[in-house]
């Protein structure tokens, strides 16, 4: 029986803040002249330095080893007992029932609770733990907020014994992701692709993915008061860029940025779409808009949370990008400021479960985890009943539509695909700049 329906809020509303947010860490430019100041903190471990993390940030082309300031806690640390276990995540991204209750129970005999608090946009959160106005065990940034984390020295390193699952469940990728070699701060929570998500009952697939460019479907006026993009200035910009053919979604060029600026301003004039989060996974699950950018885990959110009842399961459509679109990953890291070291690497350990972790991606959240033992094939089966609200197989596995095939995330997609990273402030400028300019015109 699949779970009751209910309205989800994306974990990712107010994604990184409004346009000309300023950063909750420190800036570029005062962390450099911070580590050029006589007698500066250095790593206590080898690895890239300070400065030369900053001025070449994590890429694929360029992976980086983080700096240890403190060496992991030992294997036999004591769990706590009598503790609370405080969860700081996205809203509604992760399971109450698993991770507070499943959790508890497992550690009944440690009298362990744990608290859940939800957060709408990473900046402030990021603030109020360095703050000390939040004190977290279990925080969830993603590849873009990491390195300046681990710099302003707000994480923990990892004691990787305590952690066996990553080893044993995750795809090779993630043992050793260029953000992080050797994973020494993060472990993966969740993968999703960004392409285009359209209602089937309006738009045929070819008139999405037959195009010559289906990113051009989005400045139809055919479709004009039903089209769906992000209010984020990153994603949809960067949208705008591969759509122009400009594959580096963190440039810092200004006639880049220019152009898929003007190309934004000229969608408002040919669809006047609706700017905000929520235009997937409700608004399209309620049949009000008909096509929009969307991230896989909004489009499955809607099939599988949102839709009416009675909806057939064959209205959901999902394109993107083979040659290579947006692809991105959620982390799970352990901040400095929390209480129960021992505990929050055995709730890491609890996530990475291959049966915890598939629960709170088809019983909750939409968004697939990378799992070996997720089988892309097997989620797609070559047809569905129609009039069935979500399908599940006798096992009671999730089942997707074909028309969600392409909203499977399969490792080779990281491979081809291009990850919004942290950017330097003079390019993060540039885009803020130019997102003002887009939200006014919208």
Aim: glycine residues 6%; proline residues 8%; negative net charge.
């Amino acid at each position: 029986m699949h779970p009751a329906r209910r309205r989800l809020i994306s974990r990712r509303d107010f994604l990184r803040g409004a346009g000309g947010t300023a950063l909750a860490l420190p800036s570029l430019g005062a962390l450099l002249e911070a580590c050029a100041k006589p007698g500066s903190q250095q790593p206590v471990a080898s690895g890239t330095s300070i400065e030369n993390l900053l001025a070449h940030p994590a890429r694929r082309d360029n992976p980086v080893t983080l700096p240890l300031f403190e060496q992991p806690i030992a294997p036999d640390t004591p769990i706590e007992r009598d503790a609370t276990l405080k969860i700081y995540n996205w809203d509604y991204y992760i399971w109450p029932k698993l991770a507070r209750d499943a959790f508890e129970k497992k550690f009944a005999d440690y009298n362990v609770k744990v608290e859940i608090t939800w957060f709408y946009d990473i900046n402030p959160a990021i603030a109020k733990l360095q703050s000390g106005q939040v004190q977290a065990d279990v925080f969830f940034p993603d590849p873009s907020e990491l390195t300046r984390l681990v710099i302003a020295k707000q994480l923990r390193p990892l004691q990787q014994e305590l952690i066996p699952n990553l080893a044993a469940n995750y795809w090779p990728e993630f043992q050793n992701p260029f953000y992080d070699q050797k994973w020494r701060y993060s472990v993966p929570y969740a993968i999703y692709t960004t392409g285009i998500a359209y209602r089937r009952d309006h738009l045929n697939d070819d008139e999405v993915g037959g195009r010559d460019n289906p990113y051009e479907v989005l400045w139809d006026p055919t479709w004009k008061g039903r089209v769906s993009i992000y209010d984020d200035y990153r994603e949809t910009i960067g949208m705008a860029l591969l759509k122009n053919g400009i594959t580096d979604v963190n440039t810092g060029n200004p006639d880049a940025i220019n152009t898929a600026k003007e190309d934004l301003l000229g969608m408002i004039d040919a669809t006047d779409p609706y700017k905000k989060i929520n235009g997937i996974y409700v608004r399209m699950a309620h049949d009000d808009m008909w096509v929009g950018q969307s991230w896989s885990g909004d489009i499955v959110n809607a099939y599988v949370y949102n839709a009416p009842p009675g909806t057939p399961n064959d209205v959901w459509g999902y394109w993107y990008p083979q040659n290579g679109g947006m692809i991105g990953n959620d982390l799970m890291v352990i901040p400095k400021g929390g209480q129960n070291p021992r505990l929050a690497h055995e709730f890491l350990n609890f996530m990475l479960d291959q049966k915890n972790s598939y629960l709170n991606f088809a019983d909750y959240n939409g968004y697939q985890s990378p799992m070996t033992s997720i089988n892309p094939d097997a989620l797609v089966p070559a047809k569905l009943p129609t009039k069935i609200d979500v399908a599940y197989d006798a096992a009671g596995n999730l089942l997707y539509p074909t028309g969600l095939s392409q909203a499977v995330v399969v490792p080779e997609q990281f491979d081809k695909g291009y990850t919004l990273l942290e950017m330097t402030p003079a390019a993060n400028q540039l885009w803020t700049d130019a997102w003002d300019e887009i939200s006014a015109g919208a």
